[in-house]
């Protein structure tokens, strides 16, 4: 065996660590976060083909895309009948239409004449005609008219009504299965409303609505969200108060896995220990954004403690019920995966939800979405849900929704993700993956190749 290059800061036990930090919270922390998977997926290396092989990416869409349950859309896009929200994928491309009778339909978006797209955006309408020669359908997909039916023996109900595919929900998001062969999206999404149960997703509304054309492939996408490994590196601003090398990784099951990153701790990258007032001035610094020097911490408080009292009393003031929330949930970044390509948090600093989708047939960009879920008002109806924004060469420090820390951060991991690509495709060694940072790529990648493998 080769010898490591440097063993010497090794951690045995790398699920440890974060389960000491929050040990030693004062507020009781939930059961499920008390548990480390300690999984070790070994050491295989996957080639660099899964990035930029247009084969690989028709073989994706094909094996994968047309297998794996997929978020389509809010419930709330689609809210009263007639409304209409556009999906694409790929080059598929979806309906998914609230009907007469409240249900939520998906449709390919195809006319069953000769073939034409039926809508381009969302919209909201009686019935569904196509804008070549007219056949129309109803909401619940039925044959509605059919021009010069005379001259169509052919076609009937059976053959020409809209072509749907499956449909489920939780949470307030939509998903659909192009295979009527895939278990249900119950079984499929596992146990992650257990862990995500605090969230209450239902009772969020989406106030800001991001999209992003990224130059990379939808994997190197997503996968720039699923280790805190690069931390040090692409976001140095935040290691003062923010320990990458402690978060613990999960994998949870065959479609999802989690990360438990600590926030309020400093880095063990920074090779020096900082006092509990150095690692509050940073953090008063850079997540506040104060510019005037920062308050002494209370005798005895750590810098962890003052950020979790002080966002508990925040979101108290602002109406949040968060006595039953740890002081984990309340500072940590909890992220959460639904393969293949959706992103969710767990703790209140998050309030984002993340979609990636291959770009056409293109393996070399892909579509991120982004979504900041906030909570609906108490005592107030639900406000209209905001429309996407494409965003083009905006940058993430410019989304008013979003705190200014979290956008200079999204900022930094789109930057690496042009040269991501740009750097697969100028060399030829295997991708290397760490055997526990990187682990939930590995075990995206292990999922991925069996949905592959599976003719
Ligand atoms: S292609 Fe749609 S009505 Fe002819
Ligand atoms: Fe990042």
């Given at each position: 065996m080769n010898k490591p290059l440097n063993n010497k800061n090794a951690r045995p036990d790398p699920w440890a660590v974060y389960q000491d930090i929050i040990a030693r919270d004062r507020h009781p922390t939930p059961p499920d976060l008390l548990e480390a998977g300690k999984d070790d997926l070994g050491l295989l290396s996957s080639?660099?083909?899964?990035?930029?092989?247009?084969?690989?990416?028709?073989?994706?869409?094909?094996?994968?895309?047309?297998?794996?349950?997929?978020?389509?859309?809010?419930?709330?896009?689609?809210?009263?009948?007639?409304?209409?929200?556009?999906?694409e994928l790929g080059d598929w491309s979806f309906l998914i239409v609230r009907a007469e009778d409240n249900t939520i339909k998906a449709y390919y978006n195809s006319c069953t004449h000769r073939g034409t797209k039926l809508a381009?955006?969302?919209?909201?309408?009686?019935?569904?005609?196509?804008?070549?020669?007219?056949?129309?359908?109803?909401?619940?997909?039925?044959?509605?008219?059919?021009?010069?039916?005379?001259?169509?023996?052919?076609?009937?109900?059976?053959?020409?009504?809209?072509?749907?595919?499956?449909v489920g929900t939780w949470g307030g998001f939509v998903f659909i299965n192009l295979d009527p062969e895939a278990p249900s999206l119950e079984e499929y999404i596992e146990n992650l409303p257990g862990q995500l149960a605090v969230v209450d997703f239902e009772n969020l509304y989406v106030a800001g609505y991001y999209r992003k054309i990224l130059q990379s492939n939808w994997k190197g996408s997503i996968e720039a969200f699923l280790e805190a490994f690069?931390?040090?590196?692409?976001?140095?601003?935040?290691?003062?108060?923010?320990?990458?090398?402690?978060?613990?990784?999960?994998?949870?099951?065959?479609?999802?896995?989690?990360?438990?990153?600590?926030v309020g701790i400093a880095s063990a990258s920074l090779g020096e220990k900082l006092s509990e007032q150095q690692i509050f001035n940073s953090m008063f610094a850079e997540?506040?954004?104060?510019?005037?020097?920062?308050?002494?911490?209370?005798?005895?408080?750590?810098a962890r403690q003052f950020m979790a009292d002080t966002t508990?009393?925040?979101?108290?003031?602002?109406?949040?019920?968060?006595a039953g929330l740890s002081d984990?949930?309340?500072v940590d970044a909890m992220q959460y995966t639904l393969f293949p390509n959706m992103v969710l948090?767990?703790?209140?600093?998050f309030p984002v939800v993340y979609r990636f989708r291959p770009n056409k047939h293109d393996p070399d960009s892909s579509i991120f979405d982004m979504l900041i879920l906030k909570?609906?008002?108490?005592?107030?109806?639900?406000?209209?849900?905001?429309?996407?924004?494409?965003?083009?060469?905006?940058?993430?420090?410019?989304?008013?929704?979003?705190?200014?820390?979290?956008?200079?951060?999204?900022?930094?991991?789109?930057?690496?993700?042009?040269?991501?690509?740009?750097?697969?495709?100028?060399?030829?060694?295997?991708?290397?993956?760490?055997?526990?940072q990187e682990i939930r790529v590995r075990h995206f990648h292990n999922t991925l190749r069996a949905y592959l493998e599976q003719a």
């Open positions: 080639g660099r083909e899964m990035y930029t092989s247009p084969a690989f990416h028709r073989l994706e869409l094909e094996r994968l895309w047309s297998r794996v349950w997929q978020f389509a859309c809010r419930e709330e896009e689609i809210e009263s009948p007639g409304d209409v929200a556009v999906y381009s955006s969302s919209t909201h309408l009686q019935k569904i005609r196509c804008p070549y020669h007219g056949f129309t359908w109803n909401l619940n997909g039925s044959i509605n008219k059919v021009p010069s039916s005379w001259d169509f023996p052919q076609v009937s109900e059976e053959t020409h009504r809209l072509q749907e595919v499956r690069h931390v040090a590196e692409t976001h140095p601003q935040t290691i003062n108060f923010s320990d990458e090398q402690s978060t613990q990784y999960d994998i949870l099951g065959r479609h999802t896995s989690r990360f438990l990153q600590p997540i506040m954004r104060q510019t005037t020097e920062a308050p002494s911490l209370p005798e005895g408080m750590t508990r009393a925040q979101l108290t003031e602002a109406g949040r019920d968060v984990a949930e309340l948090f767990r703790s209140t600093g909570p609906v008002p108490a005592g107030q109806a639900r406000p209209v849900p905001a429309e996407p924004v494409e965003m083009g060469d905006m940058r993430y420090a410019d989304i008013p929704e979003l705190s200014d820390w979290l956008g200079d951060i999204y900022d930094q991991d789109v930057a690496n993700l042009k040269l991501l690509q740009e750097g697969l495709k100028a060399g030829n060694t295997p991708i290397t993956l760490s055997q526990y």
